[in-house]
């Protein structure tokens, strides 16, 4: 059962323009959120988080959005740029998980064309 | 600083054969995470280890995936008689003290199980 789920494998967005990358989950007791980017043949790096009592975070380029409500959150790049192709993986946290393990959805892989 | 590394890069096994890998985490990052990403899937918790707390081996898929950490530092993921559903990449993670949500990733081992 798939508690994270990113249900675009793909998106394609000229650069300059706004990326949005979107992740669902079911888990209502997921108390933090992560998202990752990861080049190929590299790990995963951590790109940014959202704790359940916050609606917004913002980072430079990248904003993060939660709908609790909804139980949704979105990445917002902008402007995209053509380093920003990669696949993006949403992730997740119990909340009250001993180990902070994460959670990961299946990724959606960006390509920002110049 | 140097960052998480994993060894081999690739491993090619024969059903039925025994595979250990390495991570070396960063140091002074006291918790230790390994996942594996199978092929169109996001990332799967294997296994986290906390200092020198028991580990929470809850998502080791079988009897025959081990895992230990010498000296709270390198960790060592062993299974034994692979098959073949065992081939995925296997990621290492280590986070510091206080912020265990933002897990650094080594670049992987790939594992083919023939």
């Known amino acids: 059962d798939q508690q994270v789920k990113q249900n675009s494998p793909s998106l394609s967005v000229q650069e300059g323009r706004i990326s949005i990358l979107n992740c669902d989950y079911t888990?209502?007791?997921?108390?933090?959120f992560l998202w990752y980017k990861k080049y190929p043949a590299e790990g995963p790096t951590f790109l940014i988080s959202?704790?359940?009592?916050?609606d917004k975070n913002e980072d430079g380029r990248f904003t993060v959005f939660l709908n609790k409500s909804a139980k949704h959150l979105s990445l917002h790049i902008v402007p995209s740029q053509p380093g920003d192709s990669a696949v993006y993986f949403c992730?997740?946290?119990?909340?009250?998980?001993?180990?902070?393990?994460?959670?990961f959805g299946t990724g959606t892989l960006l390509a920002v064309q110049p | 600083g140097a960052g998480v590394s994993q060894s081999p890069s690739n491993k090619v096994t024969e059903k039925g054969k025994d595979v250990e890998l390495r991570c070396d985490p960063i140091?002074?990052?006291?918790?230790l995470y390994w996942y594996r990403q199978s092929l169109g899937q996001g990332l799967e918790f294997l296994i986290y280890?906390?200092?020198?707390?028991?580990?929470?081996k809850s998502g080791l898929p079988s009897d025959r995936f081990s895992a230990e950490r010498t000296g709270g530092s390198v960790s060592t993921l062993t299974i034994q008689r692979t098959q073949q559903e065992d081939s995925a990449v296997y990621l290492c993670?280590?986070?510091?003290?206080?912020?265990?949500?933002?897990?650094?990733f080594g670049p992987g081992t790939r594992l083919t199980v023939t």
């Open positions: 993670a280590s986070s510091e003290p206080g912020l265990a949500y933002e897990q650094y």
């Open positions: 888990n209502s007791m997921f108390d933090y």
């Open positions: 959202i704790s359940s009592i916050k």
């Open positions: 992730a997740a946290s119990p909340y009250g998980g001993a180990t902070n393990k994460l959670i």
């Open positions: 140091s002074g990052h006291t918790a």
């Open positions: 280890f906390q200092g020198n707390s028991a580990p929470d």
